[in-house]
Every structure is written in C-alpha cells, then in structure tokens.
C-alpha cells in the first residue's frame, strides 16, 4: 500500500455511477467483495473492469470461513489469487468467523467458539490459506450477537491467534464498539489487548440500536461520534498510520453525507499521523 | 480438522438454530443474540430471492413464500460462495420438491426458470465468438452462434402472459435469451422447428446440410421448398438480432 493511500470505501453496485467522473466521493482506494464480481461479466463485469482501472483495491471477502471445521473452498481460493494478482491488490482481508459448515454457505457470519482447539484449528487454516495465496492473510475481528460455549476471553482469542498464525489484523472499530455495548465491556481496554502493531487497515461502520441492550452492525447508517471517538483512540495509540475505510452496505445518503464522513476519517488519520512523526 | 468432537458440534447445533429454529442448548449463549442469527441469515435469503424472483414474490401468497423460504432455508445445503448465483439453487430446489404441486400452481417451475436463466445471461462471463467474416452464404456456409446466449423450453408462456393466464395457453415454448453488446438481455420466442434449426446450426451444421438431412428423415412429405425459405427466414432473423455473427473463418 502506498502512503497516499488512506481512506477507501466498499464499492457497491447501488453507488457505482459514483465512482466515475467528477466524483463527490474521491475515495483514495475501493474495497470490494471477490465473492460479488468473480466470474461476473455483462454490464457489471464491464463495471468492475472500469472501476478496478481508477482505483487501487483491496478484496474483503465473505465466504472464506476461517472458522469452519472442513477445509477451504481452494477453487474458490484460486480465483481470488488471481484477482489479487491481476489488480496487483495488497490487502486481501477476510473474517474471523465462520460462514459455512460442511460446506453449506449461509451467507453471514457466525461468531466462533473462543476455545483453545479453535486456536490451533485457525491457526492451521490461516497458514494453509497464507502459503496458498502467497500473502498474508488480514482477518477482521466480528460483531457478535451472543459468545458461544466461550472458554476464554475474546481478547486471548484474537491476540493468540494473530501471533502464532502471522496473519495482519483488520481491526474494525466499529464492531469493538458494537462488541462492547452487547456484551457489556470497556471498548477503550479491549483495544488496549489488541496486537496494534499487527493491525494493517481499519473498517469504520454505523450500526443500529435494535434495544437498549442490543446494537446491530448494520453498516446502513452514519458513523456515530463514540466510534469516531474510538477510532481516534486507537489511531493515536497506533505507531503506524494503516488504511481506514468506509464501510456503508445500504439506506445510501448523498454522496456529500459519505464524503464528509470519509473526510472526517481522514482527518483523525492526519491528526495521529502527525502526533507520531513529531515522537518519532 | 483440528476442532475437538465438541467444537464441532456446537458450531453445528448453532447453525442447525439459525436454520430451523429447533430448540438447542449451547453452553453460554443468550437466547437473544440466538434470536438474530437466526433473523439475520433467514433475511439475507429472502432478500436474495425476492430481488431475483419479484415476480414470484408477487404471485404468490405470502404463506406460500414463506414456506419456499423456510424450507429452502431448513434443507438446502447451500453450494455456491456468491450469493448472486444462488437463485438458481432456489428454482432447482423448488422444481426437485414439487410445490408447484403442492401449491396448485402449475406455472411456478417456470415463472423461476424464466427469470433465473435472464439472470444468467445477463451475468454470465464475457465470451467471445469464434473468428468470423461477415460476407457467407447463409446455407452454404458454416455460421458463428454469438456464445453469450441459453436456449431454455417453457410450458408455460410466463413471458408473454400473466403467470395465472398463462395456464390457459399450455404447450411447448422455446425461448432465446441473448445479451446484446450493450449488455441488455434480450428474448426471442421460437417455434419448435426454429429451436431445432438452432440447436442444428449451432453444433456447426450448414443450412445444406440440415436440409439434406430433414428431406431424407421424412421421405416425401416435406414442401423442400418452403422449408428452404422458412430456414433463410431463421437464419435472417438470427443475424438481424446480432446472434448469429457471421461465417466460419478460414473456410
């Protein structure tokens, strides 16, 4: 990733008359899903094909499913490898979740037993996956609705994961947020035990309180000034100024409303970005 | 695997949840979070299938939609990675378990058929044709099928009526989805003979050829001549519309 590359967001075929032209947006990159474009062509294989020629783009993809007991999908793999080579992308980040069993797809991401076997099993797939696609993997940690059988903290989870695998971490501010609201913890300590210096791009999202006690990660409405707040904590707690996107998946507000948002990214980018080179 | 018998089992009882919605017990979940799981990823299917099937969705009662959705939902194991592609699992999963059957509705097969196959071709990879030159003689000569086309067979003509007056025209349809190079998807209805001619021409049978053989395999009852003319007419229309290309190079 080159330094000027900073503030991205998801391209979705709802905005993609967006990204042409005299753009409001001016994203810096574009992250797109493999599993929405491979194989696709017509009209929006022609789309693809344009846009991926003005932006420089990084692949987050959805059905990866680190955390499923079978192996993965390898064909599947092998066109992502080639969409990794073809737009000489950098990041190819996925999550820490599983998404299929048995190899039935079901289309989310389910949150995966923090268990000790559950390590050593991702930790092997991450590898597998790593020397396949001769890169390292990112994973990003999930929003999760409820634990599942939990035999250890999340925290422990992640960080022991990220170290024995050698994979980067997505860390998604976002779903800390979310993460901490539901399940009642400090979000500002729980990025404290995150492997900051294995962290190599952020997502930023808006979410929806469903309840008093229950946030749901829509990525369809605005980002809110506690995770904005967040995202400035850990940035400057960061030694390093890593790639921030704008993850909006629907309910699409004017392009102006995104761009502000993204500005306001950049911005706090900037501001830690400067707080580090005058430490350095 | 390295996931203990245990691991594995809650990861399956989790999912067995988020399907059907049978009772589990899984040590430190919360009702609520297991709640939208289940919300989440019924959803994400619905809204796949309302989007590629609006027609369906209409026509159906909601009871009946939420039965295709319930059910498919329950039983299907999901093959695909991209979630695009999964309509046509749906109307192969409708079609195997018989609810056009079951709902007294006799159309249903084909109203998915129809509308997954336009889905098809309007995404279906970028092909180029064989080389081709453009000046041939149409029953002499070899012709170029442009490759982004599907040939499909209806008994019901869910693309010219309603889906219910439908019923009333039963028979044999043979549709031509093709995408044009503006990317539009485009239909043309033939008639049993025409579909034959096309499933001909496009195994690279000549005009000549397929008339040499029709005239030997029916004896004398043929008008060769108007046969002739009816295959230029086809193979005409087939150019006019940009899926015939042209004439075999090299040849």
């Not at chain 1, 990733?1 to 994203?27: H, K, N, W, Y």
């Not at chain 1, 997502?203 to 309180?209: P, V």
């Not at chain 2, 939609?65 to 990675?81: G, Q």
Request: charged letters at 25%; a negative charge.
């Amino acid at each position: 990733m080159q330094p000027s590359i900073q503030t991205g967001i998801g391209f979705r075929r709802e905005i993609a008359d967006d990204f042409f032209g005299q753009t409001v947006l001016q994203p810096d990159f574009i992250e797109m899903a493999p599993e929405n474009w491979v194989g696709l062509g017509g009209y929006w294989g022609d789309v693809f094909r344009r846009v991926t020629e003005c932006y420089p783009v990084i692949l987050h993809g959805l059905s990866l499913s680190i955390g499923s007991p079978e192996e993965p999908d390898w064909t599947f793999l092998k066109e992502v490898k080639k969409m990794i080579r073809k737009y000489n992308v950098k990041i190819y980040s996925e999550h820490l979740s599983f998404a299929k069993l048995d190899n039935a797809h079901l289309y989310d991401l389910l949150p995966i037993p923090f268990r000790k076997d559950a390590i050593k099993h991702i930790v092997k797939r991450i590898r597998q996956v790593q020397d396949f696609l001769e890169m390292q993997l990112t994973l990003e940690n999930v929003s999760y609705y409820t634990p599942v059988a939990a035999e250890m903290r999340e925290t422990d989870f992640i960080r022991e994961i990220v170290a024995e695998s050698g994979c980067g971490m997505l860390l998604d501010v976002n779903n800390v947020y979310v993460n901490a609201h539901n399940h009642g913890y400090n979000a500002k300590e729980f990025i404290d035990q995150m492997p900051l210096d294995k962290v190599n791009y952020f997502h930023m999202a808006g979410h929806l309180q469903v309840a008093p006690d229950l946030i749901i990660d829509t990525h369809g409405e605005p980002i809110i000034d506690p995770v904005y707040d967040l995202f400035d904590y850990t940035t400057a707690k960061m030694g390093k100024n890593v790639p921030v996107l704008l993850e909006r998946d629907f309910n699409f507000p004017e392009m102006e409303e995104l761009a502000l948002e993204m500005k306001k990214l950049r911005e706090i980018t900037a501001k830690n970005s400067k707080h580090h080179v005058i430490h350095a | 695997m390295l996931y203990t018998p245990e691991t594995y089992q809650i990861e399956k009882d989790l999912v067995q949840w988020c399907k059907t919605g049978e009772s589990v017990t899984i040590p430190g979940t919360r009702q609520k979070g297991l709640d939208q799981y289940r919300r989440l990823l019924r959803n994400n299917i619905h809204n796949a299938m309302e989007q590629a099937f609006p027609i369906a969705f209409t026509v159906l009662t909601e009871s009946q939609w939420d039965t295709l959705i319930d059910d498919f939902h329950a039983n299907h194991p999901a093959a695909t990675p991209q979630v695009w592609k999964l309509p046509e699992e749906f109307y192969t999963f409708v079609e195997a378990h018989r609810y056009a059957e079951k709902f007294s509705l006799p159309f249903l097969n084909d109203l998915l058929h129809f509308k997954w196959i336009e889905i098809a071709v309007h995404t279906m990879e970028d092909q180029q044709p064989e080389p081709y030159r453009n000046e041939g003689d149409p029953l002499a000569d070899t012709i170029v099928v442009h490759p982004e086309h599907s040939i499909i067979r209806l008994k019901y003509p869910v693309h010219l009526y309603a889906a219910e007056e439908a019923l009333a025209h039963e028979g044999d349809y043979f549709l031509l989805p093709f995408r044009t190079r503006d990317f539009d998807v485009r239909f043309v209805d033939l008639p049993a003979l025409h579909a034959f001619y096309f499933e001909q021409i496009k195994q690279g049978k000549t005009g000549v050829k397929l008339l040499k053989e029709l005239e030997q395999s029916s004896g004398k009852i043929l008008n060769t001549k108007a046969l002739k003319q009816n295959l230029l007419g086809f193979i005409q229309t087939m150019f006019s519309q940009g899926i015939f290309c042209g004439y075999q190079a090299g040849i």
